[in-house]
């Protein structure tokens, strides 16, 4: 079992930035991928980055390719997601995720390849 909860999202203009940051438990964080998604209103979830267990290895959507940075600290149990140059369709509700278990009939930046979620954080960007 893992648990994870988000924190970090807010109101924020245009061109500003923020860090996300997701505190897992349970289960030995440095034994599994972390990723991050986001959801807005009357759209599906979508992929944004995600990072392997050991750090080695990062992945972007290619809208924030540039733009966000996805890392994590294992002595901390934390992943984190820095936004910069944020845009107006920026604004979601981001989720970070788990995928403890590798399945390879998913592709890694598709919501059943993970199978631990938070509640989400609410980043809003006006304009």
């Known amino acids: 079992q893992v648990q994870l909860v988000e924190s970090g999202g807010e109101l924020v203009q245009a061109g500003g930035s923020l860090r996300l940051a997701c505190a897992a438990s349970?289960?030995?964080?440095?034994?599994?991928?972390m990723g991050w998604f986001r959801q807005s209103p009357g759209k599906e979830r979508e992929f944004v980055a995600r990072?392997?267990?050991?750090?080695?290895?990062?992945y972007y959507a290619d809208s924030v390719k540039g733009r966000f940075t996805i890392s994590r600290d294992n002595a901390k149990n934390t992943v984190y997601l820095q936004m910069n140059s944020l845009k107006p369709e920026d604004t979601a509700v981001y989720y970070c995720?788990?995928?403890?278990?590798?399945?390879?009939?998913?592709?890694?930046?598709?919501?059943?390849?993970?199978?631990?979620w938070g509640q989400g954080t609410q980043v809003t960007v006006s304009s």
């Open positions: 990072i392997t267990r050991s750090r080695d290895i990062t």
């Open positions: 349970g289960r030995s964080f440095s034994t599994y991928a």
């Open positions: 995720a788990a995928d403890t278990t590798s399945r390879s009939d998913y592709s890694y930046n598709s919501l059943g390849r993970y199978d631990y």
